[in-house]
């Protein structure tokens, strides 16, 4: 399929550890609650009712588009389709988040998980999102696709929805290890074919979320996280060969394992805000780009202090190898503004480092 | 007061760095849910009724005590007595955690809070609780009173109950600067006297709880939290002269801070299950006890591996200057079984290190 061509392409710059003449910024969850025209479009639909629309998945991908200055957009969708695509009911709970009514609780509820997924059939709405949405960007900005990491998604799974500390799903890795094991290779395997396809689709950089990274110890994170999230790298780079894209992966409270991370074949590391630049710069070497890492409560603050602290993150990653981000995702109550601001310092205060 | 003969001094000889046979244990939480004689207790009467009923509150500490080999006991409460006292109302909604019906929410919501408190009066329950018990436990192992760190009570006054990122109380850091650190002022006179009063009525040790160390970026953790909770530790200790107890702080995901914390006058840190004890030692240096770490879930595991696990952590923290305990509290699915294999574990593989 022939798309528009790419008139920005700061951010693959950036990944591949290029020149840029300004710092590349987006934001975790920049189409969301916070902007009046997404909450528009929600009162009509279901959270997963525009997940399954292409043309509303579209629209609302583009929003934040439209009113910032950003150097990527990020389909908009959930990491919560992949249990859906494995059988499992998931619904969203306005004011409480994803609620699975029938989580696996035993082994023998594994009979519920398809073993294989025909990621057309069970996915293909997600496809036709990602190619509708980069004809409809025009090569303004690469257009990124997602999944969650396994482990995350298997905690959700066994969870059935959020939790201070995923007691069921840690139960598992303890009492279930052979399981836990086969069920993250399940979810491994669509996994690597849903990112290939996304990119076949029009993705034109991928990112892996982890955001249950921090409630594992450091081995249990050897033993059910890392082997996955670099199969996944290796696996999606091997299937897509010349076509491969930058591959980032996201972790929240992940430090413990930074280091083993950059090894794992992940172009971008995405930081959160409680680690400081200049320490994940030493955990992960020089040759990975680093992403993130304000604080997104920065972004009450008042335009001058979260200018301010904005220059100080640029100042402290530098602008080399780097991806301006959040440490987290955008949250209901933000103020659109604040975003503003936010990508506006970024790219001035990149532009004048850097000349 | 005349209380008992000490007969167990394990867990105080590991706060001082002095020499011990075998190491001392206990476990955050270890008076809960997961006992069936606590269940049974609360089934007639509400969490802060007993909390206020030193009898109660006397008879729970104790429920642990009397069926495990552990070397301390802990007063039953709750941190959130101290926004109690404030002039908060904080209720425990089962399944769901405190709730706050009324939070602080603006500067002006400043007015609802007290700016002293007359500890006798507002708190004297506590100290008849930990005097009582005191008598009551008869010597056999030291009592260790708590409270709240002044940034994690603040946090739950913000934001009205539990959350995964405080978007409130964060706010508050940023937008309201002074305010905020006024109201952890008031916080730490109160901890400051409420523990002094604790250690007056009985308490042989004393822990300060951050729950919510794991969200503040590392900046708001050297502004916010680290110069009250050094003042708490400096002041409890002048105030109480020759009486003066060990002190323990313990923070969950606090592990950016823990070489800070290390100078800031506490014997012991508490550090939760996703630091390894290598490197936490590595951080806080050979002055200061470290107590934790085991991952509360390894709790789930069968007796060997739970045994295992247990021996696994002790190698790795060495016999000296250590005290054995989980690296958060107990939960309420644990098999009262799992605590004494953890327990009788530390003991006998701990006498074996040291013979």
Not at 140 to 169: N, Q, R
Request: net charge negative; with cysteine; aromatic share 8%.
């Amino acid at each position: 399929m022939e798309f528009p061509k790419l008139r920005n392409d700061l951010i693959l710059r950036a990944a591949r550890g290029e020149d840029v003449e300004r710092v590349p910024v987006w934001a975790m969850r920049q189409a969301g609650r916070y902007l009046p025209e997404f909450r528009k479009v929600r009162e009509d639909h279901d959270f997963f009712k525009i997940c399954r629309t292409p043309e509303l998945a579209c629209e609302i991908t583009l929003q934040p588009i439209l009113r910032f200055d950003l150097d990527a957009a990020i389909i908009f969708s959930d990491i919560l389709v992949i249990p859906q695509a494995l059988g499992l009911v998931v619904e969203m709970v306005p004011g409480k988040g994803p609620h699975f009514p029938q989580p696996i609780r035993e082994p023998q509820d594994l009979e519920r998980v398809a073993t294989t997924v025909d990621i057309q059939m069970e996915l293909g709405y997600v496809m036709d999102a990602v190619a509708l949405t980069r004809v409809r960007l025009d090569g303004k900005v690469p257009l990124v696709g997602f999944c969650g990491a396994p482990w995350t998604l298997m905690s959700y799974m066994i969870e059935g929805g959020g939790s201070p500390s995923f007691p069921h799903a840690k139960r598992w890795l303890y009492t279930y290890p052979d399981e836990s094991t086969k069920l993250l290779g399940i979810i491994t395997e669509v996994c690597v074919n849903y990112l290939v396809a996304k990119v076949k689709s029009g993705a034109q950089m991928l990112q892996v979320f982890e955001s249950h990274a921090g409630i594992l110890t450091i081995s249990q994170f050897r033993q059910f996280a890392l082997p996955f999230i670099s199969a996944i790298a290796r696996r999606v780079k091997e299937a897509l060969g010349d076509e491969a894209v930058p591959m980032t992966y996201f972790s929240r409270g992940g430090h413990h394992a930074i280091g083993t991370i950059a090894e794992s074949g992940y172009d971008v590391i995405s930081v959160d805000w409680t680690i400081e630049p200049e320490e994940a710069r030493k955990l992960v070497g020089p040759n990975v780009t680093l992403q993130g890492n304000l604080d997104p409560c920065a972004l009450f603050s008042g335009e001058e202090k979260l200018a301010s602290l904005t220059r100080d993150m640029l100042d402290k990653f530098g602008c080399k190898r780097y991806i301006a981000n959040l440490g987290h995702g955008m949250m209901p109550d933000f103020k659109p503004e604040s975003l503003e601001v936010f990508v506006n310092t970024v790219h001035s205060h990149s532009e004048k480092l850097l000349s």
